[in-house]
T-cell receptor, first 115, second 113 residues
Framework: AQSVTQLGSHVSVSEGALVLLRCNYS??????LFWYVQYPNQGLQLLLK??????LVKGINGFEAEFKKSETSFHLTKPSAHMSDAAEYFCAVSHPFVGYSTLTFGKGTMLLVSP | DTEVTQTPKHLVMGMTNKKSLKCEQHMGHRAMYWYKQKAKKPPELMFVYSYEKLSINESVPSRFSPECPNSSLLNLHLHALQPEDSALYLC????????????FGSGTQLSVL
């Protein structure tokens, strides 16, 4: 079964510093991978999606993720953190079916940004 | 319009009440989902509707009853809930292809007293 593991339940960075959130996947077939962000008391917003078209995926708000098959990783990065980036981040893998797809999420990583 | 709209945003109910959560999308998506999210946990799948037919029920207790009246609407009927059912209930929709991205609503924060 396909799954994702997020390393680190909390990551703290200073404003302007590099953001690195780690996600490793387990899949016997090329996976569809996603990163979502959730602000307090909000729903989930899609940051980016990997579909095998390119290993480096650019998303919204300056985030990007690189798919590395050899490391079974799909880490999320941003060169310079903003205070507004403080939120919960979920890595997810898609399970495609006929007529729909379901998502299995990692446990999430809370990003804390200090001034 | 890329929004999934959920109402109400907050709901407090007693264990003997009957209430309904509503979800609406106008993106032409034919798959709609209910997820449950407890505090500080990832969302967990409850139900999936594809082309207005129930496709997945993840062994959810019968006190939760989903309904898909048409391709744009999804309801979750609640009856005789328990305090442990208090959570954020998220609706999502997607296209019908494989690996489609899910669009989520902002959720209904449910408290069962």
């Amino acid at each position: 079964a396909q799954s994702v593991t997020q390393l680190g339940s909390h990551v703290s960075v200073s404003e302007g510093a590099l953001v690195l959130l780690r996600c490793n996947y387990s899949s016997s077939v090329p996976p569809y991978l996603f990163w979502y962000v959730q602000y307090p008391n909000q729903g989930l917003q899609l940051l980016l999606k990997y579909t095998s078209a390119a290993t480096l995926v650019k998303g919204i708000n300056g985030f990007e993720a690189e798919f590395k098959k050899s490391e079974t990783s799909f880490h999320l990065t941003k060169p310079s953190a903003h205070m507004s980036d403080a939120a919960e981040y979920f890595c997810a893998v898609s399970h495609p079916f006929v007529g729909y797809s379901t998502l299995t999420f990692g446990k999430g990583t809370m990003l804390l940004v200090s001034p | 319009d890329t929004e999934v709209t959920q109402t109400p945003k907050h709901l407090v109910m007693g264990m003997t009440n009957k209430k309904s959560l509503k979800c609406e999308q106008h993106m032409g998506h034919r798959a709609m989902y209910w997820y449950k999210q407890k505090a500080k946990k990832p969302p967990e799948l409850m139900f999936v509707y594809s082309y207005e037919k129930l496709s997945i029920n993840e062994s959810v207790p019968s006190r939760f009853s989903p309904e898909c009246p048409n391709s744009s609407l999804l309801n979750l009927h609640l009856h005789a809930l328990q305090p442990e059912d208090s959570a954020l209930y998220l609706c999502a929709s997607s296209g019908a292809g494989g690996g489609e991205k899910l669009f989520f609503g902002s959720g209904t924060q449910l408290s069962v007293l």
